[in-house]
C-alpha cells in the first residue's frame, strides 16, 4: 500500500539549514510526483513544493530563494532543504502524494 | 500566486444538519487540459490531512456520498448533509491546476 514518511531533526537552530527525507513505498517517483506541506502550530496549512514525476520542480513564490526539493529513485526518497531557517518556520513539515497519501509529519522547533 | 479565499473561517453546526463551505479563487482554475484541479482537504485534530474530493466533485475512495463539491472556474462549495461527529475539523481547498499550488485558510466545523 502507500505509505510516506517524513524523517529529520526535530531542533534546528536559527540561521541553520533544515533537511528533511520522505521516504516513500507501494508507488514510484518515477510515476507521481510529492509535495511537501507545513503547518505552523495552530495554524493553517502551507503548500511547500512539488517534485513532478518527471523530477521537474515548483516552489512556494515566498519560499523558493530558501528551498529546494530533490530526490534519489532508486532509494524512493524525496529530499526537501530550506535554508536560513527563522523561529517562524517552526512546524510540523508534511510529505504527501496528491493531497491524497500523507505521512505522518515531522514536528520541527527552530531555536532562536 | 492564485489567492483561495475560503468562507465562513468558522461554522457551528448540530449533528444531523447540514453543512456548506465556500472557496473563491483569483483566478479560473480551468487548465489547458479541460479540468480543474480543485481539491477539498479534511484534518480532524491532532491528526494528518486527508483528502476529500478532487477536480472539484470526484469523491476519494472511502468518503461517504455525505460529501459534496460543486463548482467552476472560480466559485466552489463543499457541502456536507447530516453532519457527524466525525465531521467536525479543519476543511481547506487548495488548488492545484497552477504553480505554486495554494491552500485557502481553513474552515473550522464545530459542534453547535
Known amino acids: 500500500q502507500v505509505q510516506l514518511k517524513e524523517s529529520g531533526p526535530v531542533l534546528v537552530q536559527a540561521s541553520e539549514t533544515l533537511s528533511l527525507t520522505c521516504t516513500v513505498s507501494?508507488?514510484?517517483?518515477?510515476?507521481?510526483?510529492v509535495i511537501w506541506v507545513r503547518q505552523p502550530p495552530g495554524k493553517g496549512l502551507e503548500w511547500m513544493g512539488i517534485?513532478?514525476?518527471?523530477?521537474?520542480?515548483d516552489y512556494n513564490s515566498a519560499l523558493k530563494s530558501r528551498l529546494s526539493i530533490n530526490r534519489d529513485t532508486s532509494k524512493s526518497q524525496v529530499f526537501l532543504k530550506m535554508n536560513s531557517l527563522q523561529t517562524d518556520d517552526t512546524a510540523i513539515y508534511y510529505c504527501?502524494?496528491?493531497?491524497?497519501?500523507w505521512g505522518q509529519g515531522v514536528m520541527v522547533t527552530v531555536s532562536s | 500566486d492564485i489567492v483561495m479565499t475560503q468562507t465562513p473561517l468558522s461554522l457551528s453546526v448540530a449533528i444531523g444538519q447540514s453543512a456548506s463551505i465556500s472557496c473563491k479563487s483569483s483566478?479560473?482554475?480551468?487548465?489547458?487540459?479541460?479540468?480543474?484541479?480543485l481539491n477539498w482537504v479534511f484534518q480532524s485534530p491532532g491528526q494528518s490531512p486527508k483528502r476529500l474530493i478532487y477536480?472539484?466533485?470526484k469523491l476519494d475512495s472511502g468518503v461517504p456520498d455525505r460529501f459534496s463539491g460543486t463548482g467552476s472556474e472560480t466559485d466552489f462549495t463543499l457541502k456536507i448533509s447530516r453532519v457527524e461527529a466525525e465531521d467536525l475539523g479543519v476543511y481547506y481547498c487548495?488548488?492545484?491546476?497552477?504553480?505554486?499550488?495554494?491552500f485557502g485558510a481553513g474552515t473550522k466545523l464545530e459542534l453547535k
Open positions: 504527501t502524494r496528491a493531497l491524497a497519501y
Open positions: 507501494g508507488f514510484s517517483l518515477t510515476n507521481y510526483g
Open positions: 517534485i513532478w514525476r518527471n523530477g521537474n520542480t
Open positions: 483566478q479560473s482554475l480551468k487548465y489547458s487540459d479541460g479540468k480543474t484541479y
Open positions: 477536480q472539484v466533485s
Open positions: 487548495c488548488q492545484g491546476s497552477y504553480s505554486p499550488h495554494t
